[in-house]
């Protein structure tokens, strides 16, 4: 049986009010806000606690430990610094970091060291981890994702790259994510197809294609559907920057990321021109930056 004023509750508008609390300011009174003032008759609080995401930096050098932490405190994380692997490994373990930026050659157990046992260990194994380091010989690379390592970044780098890199790290998983195991396809197209970039690409678990032209990557894109593709700018002033967006309709670009390759000369040309597309890469190519290039534009897929 409904007690009649259950009934009439069940009729009634309610009203909803969302308090935010940051970590600093959660003071209670006796009910309702921080204050103790209580909610009014009508009306239901909610509290919302928006706690900052907890970052744990693991490297040896600390003025570049110090930079990283202003940065990333400047873009609202909480930061949490280690100095040699086996403080890393303590921190990481009592202070349940939702990302780790590890650097590779370190006193006290070495990075590649460090992330095994971190994903070894049930605390740790769902912790992403960003190696943040100078090892940038494609066999370094390598070993990092071999080991199971998701995101590279080179020292020195551009805070706008790993700001980016970070926050992806951060996103969980979507349903549409592939399998880890699957085999990525890149589809590079690019008047120099001998670069051997694209051959370090290949031998790095992707499926690679390389044609010289527009056209033959049209119908390659249209067949295969990659992953990413790599577009030479040269081929996109050769077309136009007015045909640019037929050529982005007929390589199915808006549903496929795409990195354009420019020289540093023109990149502010590119930019202007080609104004919303996101991604490019620097011309002649970097081994590590290409392949960070490539791993951010998988995670936006």
Known sequence: MTHPSQERWSHRKVKLRFLLFTPQSQVRGKA????????????????????KKKILVIDDMPNSVAMIKARLEASDYEVITAFDGQQGLNYAYS??????????????????????????????????VIFLTAKDRPEDVSRAYKLGAEYYVKKPYKPEMLLETVRKALEPPTQSDQPRG????????????????????????????????????????????????????????????????????????SKIPTIVTVSEAKLKEFQ???????????????????????RVALQKK
């Not at 309702?32 to 706690?51: L, T, Y």
């Not at 991604?279 to 290039?293: S, T």
């Open 182 to 253: 699957a085999r990525k396809r890149i589809l590079v197209i690019d008047k120099d197809p001998d670069v051997a970039e694209f051959v370090k690409l290949d031998e790095m678990g992707y499926e690679v294609t390389v044609v010289s032209s527009i056209q033959e990557g049209s119908e390659e894109a249209t067949k295969e559907k990659p992953d990413v593709i790599l577009l030479d700018g040269r081929l996109v002033e050769a077309n136009n920057y007015d045909g640019f967006y037929q050529i982005k309709l007929e390589l199915a670009f």
């Open 272 to 294: 202007e021109k080609l104004a919303g597309f996101s991604q490019y890469c620097l011309r002649p190519y970097n081994y590590v930056d290409l392949l960070g290039h490539v």
């Open 32 to 51: 309702g806000d921080a204050s103790g003032k209580k909610p009014q008759r009508g009306e239901s609080w909610i509290r919302v606690d928006m706690a």
């Open 95 to 128: 202070e349940k970091p939702d990302l780790i930026l590890l650097d590779i050659v370190m006193p006290a157990g070495g990075g590649y060291s460090v992330f095994t046992r971190l994903k070894m260990s049930p605390k740790t194994r769902s912790v992403p």
